[in-house]
């Protein structure tokens, strides 16, 4: 079973009869092919997350539908005539572009906590105190 995304997850994607006719192995072997395709997709996922990422990744939707839509292309590829749909090409081209991002910083998974910053924080002021009087602002 993958990491990020289950044979039933990827088998639902394609629908059972686009996974039979792409593949292009017997019914008994879906499933083992099918981890195969998955385990695939999900390294090429980690070798651009591992950059700026501890592996295994924590669960992220974003995660889920790139390690998707490698492996949808890649079972494109691999069907009769090697004719991958523009959508899966284009889908397949995107994610590659998201994933680059992500390994150069432009891009954070969801589950990345907000970076810390000190805008918005307030401060006290004590109430009696006078930081600007006339003594003190003489010299400006």
Do not use: C
């Amino acid at each position: 079973m993958g990491k990020y995304v289950s044979f039933e997850t990827f088998r639902e994607r394609v629908t059972p009869t686009k996974l039979m006719n792409l593949a292009n192995v017997p019914e008994s072997e879906q499933e083992s092919f099918t981890e195969t395709l998955l385990s695939r997709a999900e390294a090429v996922v980690e070798s651009f997350a591992s950059v700026r990422y501890a592996i295994p990744l924590p669960d992220d939707n974003m995660v889920e539908e790139w390690v998707l839509r490698i492996a949808e292309y890649e079972l494109y590829k691999r069907g009769p005539g090697t004719n991958v749909p523009e959508k899966i090409r284009e889908s397949y081209q995107d994610t590659m572009e998201r994933l680059a991002d992500l390994a150069a910083g432009r891009l954070q998974l969801a589950t990345d906590p907000l970076p810390s910053s000190d805008r918005g924080k307030s401060i006290d002021i004590p109430p009696h105190e006078t930081y600007f009087d006339a003594e003190s602002m003489r010299s400006y």
